[in-house]
């Protein structure tokens, strides 16, 4: 069939990687087998049929040119303008539509738009767009607050990505209060200088509380509450089903000693870990994970709910997970003293930490001790009163092994971002009260390793197989994002090379680290890389410099992982050389949606996050907090509150009366007048004098009106010189306000 390569070629071809391949090669690159290949072709030449691939030089495979008129889906930004995602893919990627050419559609809208040229950069064509069509809307539902004024109603959405307030007809109707939280059906769209209009549907509750807001947030980000009736049922049935002394073909390690090491809030224990000492002092590593694949059989209602949710969703004080609790909190568990079902990667290892060995294997384990990451670091640090021996040496061996691993990785290449969250303190009434850096012991770090190492030691496996799975990948960045980060690393001070290495980013984040810098730089590397995604492709995780990269490790939480896990028992149980070859293309669909769930995921716990820190820093108006500016834009600067993990905006006009040039170039923002600079990096006392909780805004303004003046450096009078000759960006139009000149 055909269509089992169509999908899987345009996916391999959009990657920003691709060079221009022959079929036979693009075949090879794609892991498509001989004996696949007169399907491949049959692919390739349905997609040319269609005009969907075109024949470049010496028959390469390309992507054809943006053609003038597309279909596709619009992502509007706060600011008025947006995207289109063309369906089928093209060689220049998304369009921009500018804010006069948006037509009346909204975010998530599929349109039909007209595509102009706009000159070259790079050597590379420019398109513009417009929307001449809205083809179908998205979600016309929206969650936000009931507002009255001036005897009219009204709805000012939550967030960033619909502005317009949405009309309400008639809210007696509704029975809905002023400042409640509500769900809108948007009934009539707006025409360009209108209001949409729209009906309350639900009442979620008085704007504030916890539970409210989380709820507005699952409703916004359309994620699933409650598991439909046929997958509970099914999950019940697998419950009473299990029999854990039934482990005929399994590997028995009920008498080894492993444990478990999780937050002290987790209920799901997922992964465990033992190490064996070899007689030839090699170390044997065993990571055991929770064998759901058992309980979750392909293609029954408790799978197609997994594989809709592909996620669980963590909140604080509430969990949406991806499988019922019957699985997630029970029989998949791997809880103390029980016997549990798993799928276990065992990975051998030199005095080096080298890998020497891996297999996988169906086993059975006991979990001899569940420790907290906070216990494992008091044995780390010798604190070791009331725990067995065996615990305390397997724990002490994790830590050794650990070390070595990361020193090994870390010679590779992988780099190690530091980002750490914040966490919330509630009391018992659900409100926070205050925020703590996240907890950074060494355990956390131990653990990552043993799971980065066994993801990779399975992903590695399929590769031996030539069986395509969903991997974990992350390109390298592209010269854009490289240059763009470079931009960005100067302008907070740090000189790095024009070919920047890894070994150079690793040595930068080094030097940071600790700085009032490091979190804004570290921002700064990520967004400069690809975004990590999921994918039959074989490129590799860059962050890991990991040539070959899975999920294996999280089943219960992650669909990904569960789709290897089944994988694990086709090879474990000799099956593989019968099964038939997978439906790449049904593979990339999936792989695509599984991204798509887990940066919605990500995206709502984000967000209910910064509102929640939002709610606390709105009881503390008018005080004084040290930041780090870590943004520029034309209309100011951004300025992180390192210990709320959050940023405020200061705009222009109140940095104080002066003539200000902003170079968002070169990270700066300066005063003519009083050569006063505002550069990214710099430490910066700020006062909150304003928060918008449904926007999700934050309004600073400076301590004083005294900002920091310009740092002596030896090159000062160079670069003072080239900043009048060509330093900053300038742009066309001047305004003039109380705090001076904005450029």
Same mark, same amino acid.
């Given at each position: 069939m055909?269509?089992r390569?169509?999908?899987?070629?345009?996916?391999?071809m959009?990657?920003?990687?691709?060079?221009?391949?022959?079929?036979?090669?693009?075949?090879r690159?794609?892991g498509?087998?001989?004996d696949a290949?007169?399907t491949f072709?049959?692919?390739?030449k349905?997609?040319?049929d269609a005009? *969907?691939?075109v024949m470049g030089?010496g028959n390469?495979?390309?992507?054809?040119?943006?053609?003038?008129?597309?279909?596709?889906?619009?992502?509007?930004?706060p600011?008025?303008f947006?995207f289109?995602?063309p369906e089928?893919p093209?060689?220049?990627?998304?369009?921009?539509?500018p804010p006069d050419?948006v037509?009346g559609?909204m975010?998530?809208d599929?349109v039909i738009? /007209?595509?102009?040229?706009?000159?070259?950069? !790079?050597?590379?064509?420019?398109?513009?767009g417009k929307?001449?069509?809205?083809?179908?809307?998205?979600e016309?539902r929206?969650v936000?607050e009931l507002k009255?004024?001036?005897?009219?109603?009204?709805?000012?959405?939550d967030g960033?990505?619909l502005t317009?307030?949405?009309?309400i007809?008639d809210?007696g109707?509704a029975?809905a209060?002023?400042d409640?939280k509500?769900v809108v059906e948007?009934?009539?769209?707006?025409?360009?200088g209108q209001?949409?209009?729209?009906?309350?549907v639900e009442e979620i509750?008085?704007?504030g509380?916890?539970?409210t /807001?989380t709820?507005?947030v699952?409703i916004?980000h359309?994620l699933?509450?409650?598991?439909?009736q046929a997958?509970l049922?099914?999950?019940?049935?697998?419950?009473?089903?299990?029999?854990?002394?039934?482990?005929?073909g399994?590997e028995?390690?009920?008498s080894?000693?492993?444990?478990?090491?999780?937050?002290?809030?987790?209920?799901?224990?997922?992964d465990a870990i033992?190490i064996e000492?070899?007689?030839d002092?090699?170390?044997t590593?065993?990571?055991h994970i929770?064998?759901v694949s058992h309980?979750v059989?392909?293609?029954?209602?408790l799978d197609?709910s997994?594989r809709?949710?592909?996620?669980s969703v963590y909140f604080?004080?509430?969990?949406?997970?991806?499988l019922p609790?019957?699985?997630?909190?029970?029989?998949?568990s791997?809880q103390e003293g029980?016997?549990?079902?798993c799928?276990?990667?065992f990975?051998?290892? !030199?005095?080096?930490?080298?890998?020497?060995?891996?297999?996988v294997?169906?086993?059975v384990i006991?979990?001899?001790?569940?420790l907290?990451? /906070?216990q494992?670091q008091?044995?780390c640090?010798?604190k070791?009163?009331?725990?067995?021996p /065996?615990?305390?040496?397997?724990?002490?061996?994790?830590l050794?092994?650990?070390r070595k691993?990361?020193a090994?990785?870390?010679?590779g290449g992988?780099?190690r971002l530091?980002?750490?969250?914040?966490?919330?303190?509630l009391? !018992?009434q659900?409100?926070v009260i205050?925020v703590e850096?996240e907890?950074?012991?060494?355990?956390?770090?131990?653990?990552?390793?043993?799971?980065?190492?066994a993801?990779?030691a399975v992903a590695?496996?399929?590769?031996?197989l030539n069986r395509p799975?969903i991997?974990?990948v992350?390109?390298?960045?592209?010269k854009?994002g490289s240059?763009?980060?470079?931009t960005?690393?100067?302008a907070a001070?740090?000189k790095?090379p024009g070919n920047?290495?890894?070994?150079?980013?690793q040595?930068?984040l080094?030097?940071?680290?600790g700085?009032?810098?490091?979190k804004?730089?570290n921002?700064a590397?990520?967004?400069?890389m690809q975004?990590?995604?999921?994918?039959?492709?074989?490129?590799g995780?860059?962050a890991l410099a990991?040539?070959?990269?899975?999920?294996f490790t999280s089943?219960?939480?992650?669909?990904p992982d569960?789709t290897?896990h089944?994988?694990?028992?086709?090879?474990c149980?000799?099956?593989?050389k019968?099964r038939?070859?997978?439906?790449?293309s049904?593979?990339v669909?999936?792989a695509e949606?599984?991204?798509?769930?887990s940066e919605r995921?990500d995206?709502?716990?984000?967000e209910?996050t *910064?509102?929640?820190?939002?709610?606390l820093?709105?009881?503390?108006l008018g005080?004084?907090?040290d930041g780090?500016?870590d943004?520029?834009?034309?209309f100011?600067i951004?300025?992180?509150?390192p210990?709320y993990?959050i !940023?405020?905006?200061?705009?222009?006009?109140d940095l104080g009366?002066d003539?200000?040039?902003?170079?968002?170039k070169?990270?700066?923002?300066f005063?003519?007048?009083s050569g006063?600079v505002f550069?990214?990096?710099d430490?910066?006392r700020?006062k909150?004098?304003?928060?918008?909780?449904?926007?999700r805004q934050?309004n600073l303004?400076?301590?004083?009106?005294?900002?920091?003046?310009k740092k002596?450096?030896?090159?000062?009078?160079?670069?003072k010189g080239?900043g009048?000759?060509?330093?900053?960006t300038k742009?066309?139009m001047k305004?003039k306000?109380r705090g001076?000149?904005?450029r």
């Amino acid at each position: 069939m055909p269509e089992r390569y169509v999908a899987a070629i345009l996916k391999y071809m959009s990657d920003r990687e691709y060079q221009p391949l022959k079929p036979k090669q693009l075949a090879r690159w794609m892991g498509v087998d001989d004996d696949a290949f007169s399907t491949f072709r049959a692919s390739v030449k349905r997609l040319r049929d269609a005009g *969907q691939v075109v024949m470049g030089t010496g028959n390469a495979l390309m992507l054809p040119e943006m053609p003038g008129r597309i279909t596709g889906f619009f992502r509007q930004n706060p600011k008025g303008f947006g995207f289109v995602t063309p369906e089928s893919p093209n060689s220049n990627g998304d369009l921009f539509i500018p804010p006069d050419a948006v037509g009346g559609a909204m975010d998530g809208d599929l349109v039909i738009a /007209e595509a102009r040229k706009q000159g070259k950069r !790079d050597g590379q064509t420019l398109y513009r767009g417009k929307i001449v069509k809205i083809v179908k809307r998205s979600e016309n539902r929206v969650v936000g607050e009931l507002k009255q004024s001036e005897g009219k109603w009204f709805v000012l959405p939550d967030g960033k990505q619909l502005t317009q307030p949405i009309i309400i007809r008639d809210v007696g109707a509704a029975g809905a209060k002023t400042d409640t939280k509500v769900v809108v059906e948007i009934t009539k769209y707006p025409e360009p200088g209108q209001l949409p209009v729209g009906v309350i549907v639900e009442e979620i509750g008085p704007a504030g509380p916890l539970a409210t /807001e989380t709820r507005a947030v699952i409703i916004a980000h359309g994620l699933a509450e409650e598991f439909p009736q046929a997958a509970l049922d099914e999950a019940r049935a697998a419950v009473a089903a299990f029999d854990p002394e039934d482990a005929a073909g399994r590997e028995d390690l009920t008498s080894t000693t492993i444990i478990t090491i999780d937050p002290d809030t987790a209920r799901d224990y997922d992964d465990a870990i033992s190490i064996e000492i070899n007689p030839d002092g090699t170390w044997t590593t065993g990571v055991h994970i929770a064998d759901v694949s058992h309980f979750v059989p392909e293609g029954g209602e408790l799978d197609a709910s997994a594989r809709s949710r592909a996620t669980s969703v963590y909140f604080p004080r509430r969990v949406l997970p991806m499988l019922p609790e019957v699985l997630s909190n029970g029989v998949c568990s791997l809880q103390e003293g029980v016997k549990r079902f798993c799928k276990s990667a065992f990975i051998t290892y !030199d005095q080096d930490a080298k890998v020497v060995n891996t297999r996988v294997a169906e086993t059975v384990i006991c979990s001899t001790k569940r420790l907290t990451y /906070e216990q494992a670091q008091d044995i780390c640090d010798g604190k070791n009163d009331g725990f067995a021996p /065996e615990v305390v040496e397997l724990v002490g061996n994790m830590l050794t092994l650990a070390r070595k691993i990361q020193a090994r990785r870390a010679d590779g290449g992988m780099l190690r971002l530091d980002l750490h969250d914040v966490e919330l303190v509630l009391d !018992d009434q659900d409100r926070v009260i205050d925020v703590e850096p996240e907890d950074d012991a060494y355990t956390h770090t131990i653990i990552e390793m043993f799971m980065v190492e066994a993801n990779e030691a399975v992903a590695r496996l399929f590769d031996s197989l030539n069986r395509p799975v969903i991997r974990r990948v992350h390109p390298s960045p592209d010269k854009q994002g490289s240059a763009k980060f470079k931009t960005f690393v100067r302008a907070a001070g740090h000189k790095v090379p024009g070919n920047l290495t890894v070994k150079d980013m690793q040595d930068l984040l080094a030097k940071v680290r600790g700085k009032p810098e490091s979190k804004a730089v570290n921002l700064a590397l990520l967004k400069t890389m690809q975004r990590a995604e999921y994918s039959p492709m074989q490129i590799g995780h860059f962050a890991l410099a990991s040539d070959a990269y899975c999920h294996f490790t999280s089943p219960i939480r992650r669909y990904p992982d569960l789709t290897v896990h089944r994988m694990v028992a086709e090879h474990c149980r000799g099956n593989l050389k019968t099964r038939p070859p997978e439906d790449v293309s049904a593979l990339v669909t999936l792989a695509e949606a599984c991204t798509a769930a887990s940066e919605r995921a990500d995206a709502a716990e984000k967000e209910l996050t *910064q509102i929640l820190v939002l709610q606390l820093l709105s009881t503390h108006l008018g005080e004084i907090h040290d930041g780090v500016v870590d943004g520029i834009s034309n209309f100011g600067i951004f300025v992180e509150l390192p210990k709320y993990g959050i !940023d405020g905006l200061i705009r222009l006009e109140d940095l104080g009366d002066d003539w200000w040039e902003v170079s968002t170039k070169t990270g700066k923002v300066f005063g003519e007048r009083s050569g006063r600079v505002f550069r990214i990096g710099d430490p910066l006392r700020v006062k909150i004098v304003a928060v918008d909780v449904a926007a999700r805004q934050l309004n600073l303004v400076p301590e004083k009106t005294e900002a920091p003046r310009k740092k002596k450096r030896k090159d000062s009078a160079k670069s003072k010189g080239k900043g009048k000759a060509k330093g900053k960006t300038k742009a066309k139009m001047k305004k003039k306000s109380r705090g001076g000149r904005r450029r």
